[in-house]
């Protein structure tokens, strides 16, 4: 499986966060295509320890950017928020008559990629339409 490059160069990712990944999605679709900045004041008030998690990898973004020589990263929109499930840690839970449970403490991937307004609703703009491939190009030639 070849990985795809991202068309948002300012990015961040914690891997193998100690949280399952149904608990960190509806935390990513709150600030996917916010401001950063906004997003930032959102995660601080929301009470959810996957919050903390995903705020710290939102800093880490803007952090990116700031690096990279973007002056006001406040101005760059999230533009993808990404939450990916990752390795289980199995435990085995003792059960009636010599049994046992499997456990499976979850982890997960967060990802998040910022952009300026004019790349993410471009990027937006042609997520529907469907990409051409060489060999169709050559068959209608």
């Known amino acids: 499986m070849a990985k795809t490059q991202s068309e948002y160069p300012y990015k961040a990712s914690h891997r193998f966060a100690r949280s399952s990944v149904r608990k960190i999605r509806p935390i990513l679709d709150l600030i996917r295509g916010k401001y950063a900045d906004d997003a930032l004041n959102l995660l601080k008030y929301l009470p959810h320890r996957g919050a903390r998690m995903v705020e710290l990898v939102l800093r880490s973004a803007m ?11 406040g101005d760059l929109v999230v533009a993808d928020a990404r939450g990916d499930g990752g390795p289980m840690f199995k435990r085995l839970m003792p059960r009636a008559r010599g049994m046992a449970y499997t456990i499976r403490r979850r982890t997960s991937h967060i990802t998040i990629a910022l952009a300026d307004l004019e790349t993410y609703l471009a990027a937006k703009a042609n997520a529907g339409r469907p990409v051409a491939s060489e ?5 209608e030639s």
């Open 135 to 139: 060999a169709d190009e050559e068959s």
């Open 63 to 73: 952090a990116n950017a700031e690096d990279k020589g973007i002056r006001d990263v």
